[in-house]
């Protein structure tokens, strides 16, 4: 899943090294936390947050395929 969102984010924003992708695991299941440069935030996010929930229904749906449950979290540097 991480490696799904990281290439979902390098491909929308300007400076794609400066993209971070992180995971960890709760008891509620896998957050993912996606930061970007505070320049790329609106591109990421989208208007009124379409793309952003793009890309957690994406990671969703591959998520149910292997029975898991994912938050993904979007944070600027």
Do not use: H, W
């Not at 300007?14 to 609106?42: C, N, R, W, Y």
């Amino acid at each position: 899943m991480k490696d799904l969102v990281e290439i979902l984010a390098k491909a929308l924003v300007d400076s794609p090294d400066k993209v971070q992708v992180t995971e960890t695991l709760d008891d509620k299941g896998s957050v993912i936390e996606l930061k970007v440069a505070a320049d790329d935030m609106g591109k990421v996010i989208g208007k009124q947050g379409r793309i952003a929930k793009s890309i957690r229904s994406v990671v969703k749906a591959a998520a149910f395929k292997e029975n898991k449950k994912v938050l993904v979290e979007i944070v600027s540097e």
